[in-house]
C-alpha cells in the first residue's frame, strides 16, 4: 500500500503557463521524492503597466512516501 503526500507550490514564467508548469515540476523534483503528479490549482498572469509581462501558477504536487 502507498501512501501519498501533497504540497503546494507556486512557480512563474515569462514565456508562458506551461513553462511555469514545466519549471514548478523541475523544481519540486529536485527535492521530493516519487513525484507522481501536479494539479494546476491557479493561474495568474502577471501585468505591469498594462501589459503581460509573466505567468504564475499554483501547484499541487502529489509525491508518494517512502517506506
Do not use: C, H, P, Y
Amino acid at each position: 500500500m502507498s501512501v501519498a503526500r501533497v504540497t503546494e507550490i507556486i512557480s512563474d514564467s515569462k514565456k508562458s503557463f506551461e513553462d511555469a508548469v514545466t519549471k514548478g515540476v523541475k523544481r519540486a523534483n529536485k527535492t521530493l521524492d516519487n513525484v507522481k503528479s501536479a494539479w494546476v490549482k491557479d493561474q495568474q498572469a502577471i501585468i505591469e503597466d498594462g501589459e503581460v509581462v509573466g505567468f504564475r501558477v499554483n501547484l499541487k504536487i502529489t509525491f508518494v512516501l517512502k517506506d
